[in-house]
């Protein structure tokens, strides 16, 4: 869906400083609240990733703790990648000077790369949100989800694309850099335009995978087979397993639900010249999508439930975006611009639906089609 009724500029201008005055009157308030709350969060995790693992063993006696040390774990993996991971590494909890909890620093669990992710997703995706062409979340290069898009015969596959990225998740984000820079498959984009070489990316792509791997995979699976027998070094290899696939398919389902809804709209790079930061916030609120839930949602979701106010203020710790939504939708409704929010499982039909939609080819194709 492309945009097509950009509000006038002094409309524009009033909604920006209305926007940024809610930025300043928060970030005045950052601080103890903001950091208690992320190691509280911490602390959480930590417990959570240690008792998954420990309960997963006790399935030794019993395989009803396997399943559940197998669901603390994937929980734990989720806190560590959504709540902690993705916010720390886009600067939010900066302001602590903390040497474990710093965007230079910070280090998830998985098997993506951490400097790579910082590439594509804090600048990328967050300067470029929706922009076709630009954005390369949008659709993950793999499926077509708008008319912008030029229909080819691939695309008729494209759900059971989304199944296997929900699958894959931490596979395709991993990946992701490498499949734009064209460093295995097709025709390599130069070297140069990247901070950093494409023997590095390569070099770096592999030593996340082998950390990842050996700690789910053998570390922890041989030190439990070791004192209890080899076939719990299967039981505990099969539990990591199933623990990456909970977070899987729990982060693409956020993500899904943040850009890809069926009101999500998309833009071309002709839109976008010479952007004023009135028409920047806009774009960003128009290619964002919520979700409306409980603390725990919001929290589980690494508050990507706050998708809109994310986007606005990327550098915002989490903490506070359930506190500024209210004031950002007001302000949206007072300047007529649309705010997309809705319930997890009614949002995600709608990104099943437009998945389903856009697989088909269009009535007529003739370039920038309004979807
Ligand atoms: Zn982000």
Redesign the pocket.
Known sequence: MTTTHIPSTETLESFRQEIDQIRDETMAKVGQEDANHIRKIVRIQRAMEMGGRLVMIAGFYHWIWWVVGVVMLGLAKIINNMEIG?NVM?GQYDFMNDPHLNSRDFDWDGICDGESWRRT??FE??TYTNIIGKDRDFGYDTMRLSDDVKWKNHYRWQPLRMLILTLMFEWAVAYHELFGERIFVGKRRPEGKLPISHAQLIKDFFAKIRKGVFRDYLFYPAIVGLFLGWPMFGAIVLGNFFANMIRNMWASTIIFCGHFTEDVHTFSEEECENESRGQFYYRQILGSSNLEGSKLLHIMSGH?SRQVE?HLF?DMPSYRYNEVAEKVRNVCRKHNIPYNTGTLWGQYSTVVYRVFKYSKPPKKQDGFANA
Do not use: I
Request: charged content about 0%.
């Open positions: 993705h886009h997703h804090n995706h967050h990507l994310h990327p």
